[in-house]
């Protein structure tokens, strides 16, 4: 155009124009739903419990994160973005904001990404954390805890390849690396001074744990839950003669055991005295000849790397059991007699855990309540493209009295046992989803929008009375 036309008067009329079309665009643009990174699962109620409005109350949170150095697409394969770290921090953030857990005890939390996200963006909401991990692996488990309720005092690692406890706890069948981080919680001075019947414990002891995980582990996963409960009962004992005196303390246990609630591992601590009889007897027989022809062979493949598979052996690992759970098994003497000492080792500990989901979840969703087991547990807290199932607890750890009748320490827990002998009152607990409500295969989490690893978190609000 002539730019002797270009006058401000027509520069100006230009602007105007302009900007009255980006403002009818604007107004014609739908609006943007911002859709939840996760799946939001409500709490769920337990009824006549009669808590008190005015008490004081936790809630603690179990989640296994699923660490990123674990991811493989091969494990995943359609999964797409949701396993990208940019998407799962966004998303466990968000979870954790929503929830708004007073505790939060984790598993398989990358040791890169705690240093450089966790850390800050957990003081950002005010939390404090503690983590341990084994110097070979890349993640490991936390403890994250809000920083105007508790003061940390005391930690004790446990390590269940190096931990020794007893002369009569069978050899460990594997090297697994894996570990349990227990910390000693002292309420802050202003939480006593508002509630003041608190004093009459010392604080909190909690911790969290990841147990061995292969199939064939049967054996050594119930090694590693009496290590657990001894090593918390020396904790207690050295924290009683450090403070003093014999008040105690509320005592939890959260985590992954790689457990369901049928299976050896979770019986022996919740069910005790454990008999091992039946499947028990099987699953552990083959879980340990698992391991030693594993060893064998080892030993073989040193001495003969030449030898092609066709050798003795080859066919012995071709006639090893492929599934760890047969429906018969034909022990060894030897094996028999480790899986005794093993029973009778966990039956001489006075410690025992009760699960708040088994004495409460019947209460509240009883649809997903016991399908595969005695024990009033939910079906799943694990959702992975090949296996489903529930590995996920969180335990009240409780002495036990060796002496007292069997039968009644069989016997499903209840909420008013909680209250009378543990003085706590369970008084939420988050909701778990039934398998139809997970959405047409492939379902296999995580998944966008819907829940950032393989595992669901669960948690308890429960009242200190």
Not at 12 to 24: I, P, S, V
Not at 66 to 79: G, M, V
Not at 195 to 200: D, F, G, I, W
Not at 209 to 215: E, F, N, R, S, V
Request: net charge negative.
């Amino acid at each position: 155009m002539d730019p002797a036309a270009l006058t401000p008067a027509y520069i100006e009329e230009q602007r105007r124009l302009r900007n009255l079309r980006k403002a009818n665009k604007k107004k014609v643009q739908p609006p943007q739903v911002v859709k939840s990174k996760f799946i939001k699962r409500p709490f769920l109620e337990i009824p006549n419990i009669n808590s008190n409005p005015d008490g004081f109350f936790i809630k603690v949170m179990s989640y296994n994160v699923l660490a990123q150095t674990l991811i493989r697409r091969s494990l995943f394969p359609t999964n797409g973005d949701a396993l990208k770290w940019s998407w799962r921090s966004k998303a466990l953030l968000e979870e954790f904001k929503h929830y708004d857990a007073d505790i939060l005890c984790l598993q398989e939390v990358d040791y890169i990404q705690y240093n450089s996200f966790w850390l800050k963006e957990f003081s950002n909401l005010g939390y404090t954390t503690k983590f341990y991990r084994s110097k070979s692996k890349n993640h490991g488990v936390a403890i994250v805890y809000r920083s105007s309720i508790f003061e940390c005092r005391h930690l004790c690692f446990i390590n269940y390849d190096t931990d020794i406890v007893s002369e009569t706890l069978p050899s460990a069948t594997a090297i697994t690396q894996n570990i349990g981080l227990l910390v000693y919680l002292q309420f802050t001075s202003t939480i006593l001074k508002k509630y003041p019947h608190l004093s009459k414990r010392n604080g909190v002891v909690i911790g969290s744990t990841h147990l061995y995980w292969k199939p064939f582990g049967s054996f050594e996963r119930t090694r590693q839950t009496y290590i657990l409960l001894h090593r918390y009962k020396e904790f207690l004992l050295s924290l009683n003669a450090v403070l003093e005196n014999s008040k105690g303390f509320y005592t939890f246990m959260c985590g992954d055991f790689n457990s369901q609630p049928f299976d050896s591992p979770y019986l022996s601590i919740v069910a005790k005295p454990i008999n091992y009889h039946g499947r028990h007897t099987t699953v552990l027989a083959c879980s340990l000849d698992h391991f030693q022809k594993a060893e064998s062979l080892k030993e073989e493949e040193a001495e003969e790397k030449e030898e092609e598979e066709e050798d003795e052996g080859g066919e012995e690992r071709d006639e090893e059991s492929k599934d760890p759970s047969p429906d018969t098994f034909d022990a060894t003497e030897d094996q028999l007699r480790s899986i005794q000492q093993l029973q009778d080792t966990h039956n001489s500990l006075n410690m025992r855990a009760i699960s708040l989901y088994s004495v409460g979840y019947k209460l509240v969703h009883p649809e997903n309540s016991g399908l595969d087991n005695d024990r009033g547990e939910p079906i799943f807290s694990n959702w992975a493209n090949h296996w489903q199932g529930l590995l996920d607890y969180i335990f009240v750890i409780s002495n036990w009295e060796i002496n007292k009748d069997k039968n009644y320490f069989n016997n499903i827990d209840s909420v008013e046992d909680l209250v009378e002998h543990q003085e706590i009152k369970l008084t939420r607990l988050l909701r778990l989803p039934l398998p139809v409500e997970m959405g047409k295969e492939p379902n296999g989490q995580p998944r966008l929008n819907q829940y950032p690893s393989d595992h669901l978190c669960l948690m308890a609000e429960i009242e200190l009375v």
